[in-house]
């Protein structure tokens, strides 16, 4: 196979993997938040308000919330620039939400407070957006989805302006070996049993364990965020590595 990309644990031709994903999550999205609270415990809240409080967003910013989803992010940074907005005046911050799915996405509006996020349905590897047109990009739970990181990774430094700030919040690596074995079992045998009784779809949340396995470790995703451009790249383990939020700077 000359041109393949990871499928969870399979090796697929890369122009089957879009499908391959949007099939995913058409399958889940009906149940896609309420899964995320029962696999990670809640934890997932306090890593993604983590991770907004990093990005800091400010009034008058464009912000890109790339493989958004349900709009869990781009909610989290409207709500902080509107709080600084309050402090010291401004105009609004332009939340701009790009996912590939549109199921995701119809979801997130049914769940409502959509004012001040601009939802559109893109690629990660070719945003609707023109080159250095954005202040912040993050993107949290989605880089493990696309087809090549590294061309994400790219795109991202395309529609940040200079100085502009990038965050990935995703999986990680256990940094513990005792934690990782612990990890392992409950991925393996807990999660596709939540994903059967809850979301009705056992194969979708084996793909996302998977997935998470075949996710380049911390290091390893520093070093492709330098290769794409980033500088000053650092690494902020959550929960012993079990997520890790990456941040870097176009330069």
């Given amino acids: 196979m000359t041109d393949a990309a990871t499928f969870g644990f399979r090796d697929v031709d890369a122009t089957e ?6 099939g995913v999550f058409e399958r889940v999205a009906g149940r ?10 809640g934890l997932h809240r306090l890593w993604k308000d983590a991770a907004a409080a990093r990005l800091n967003p400010q009034p008058g910013e464009r912000i890109v919330d790339c493989a958004g989803g349900t709009g869990d992010m781009a909610r ?29 996405i119809a979801a997130g509006r049914v769940r409502g407070e959509t004012e001040g996020i601009v939802w559109a349905v893109g ?5 609707p957006l023109p080159d250095r047109s954005a202040d912040a990009y993050c993107i949290a739970f989605g880089l493990r989805n696309v087809t090549d990181i590294s061309a994400a990774l790219v795109e991202a430094r395309r529609v ?14 256990p940094t513990a070996a005792a934690l990782r074995a612990g990890y392992d079992a409950y991925s393996f045998k807990v999660i596709p049993e939540i994903g059967a009784r809850v979301a009705h779809d056992r194969d979708s949340y084996q793909y ?3 997935s998470i396995r075949r996710f380049p470790a911390q290091q390893a995703l520093a070093g492709l965020m330098g290769e794409a451009g980033f500088g000053r790249v650092s690494a902020t383990n959550f929960s012993g590595g079990v ?9």
């Fill in 76 to 104: 989290r940074f409207r709500d902080l620039a509107e709080r600084a907005r309050a402090r010291r005046g401004g105009k609004p911050a332009t939340v701009m939400l790009v996912d590939y799915n549109e199921a995701m």
């Fill in 32 to 41: 896609y938040d309420l899964m995320n609270d029962l696999m990670s415990g």
């Fill in 243 to 251: 997520c890790a939020l990456h941040q870097g700077w176009a330069v």
């Fill in 123 to 127: 690629d990660a590897q070719r945003l």
């Fill in 17 to 22: 993997k879009p499908g391959l994903v949007r």
């Fill in 160 to 173: 940040l302006r200079p100085g502009g700030r990038f965050l990935c919040l995703e999986f990680s690596r």
């Fill in 208 to 210: 996302l364990v998977e």
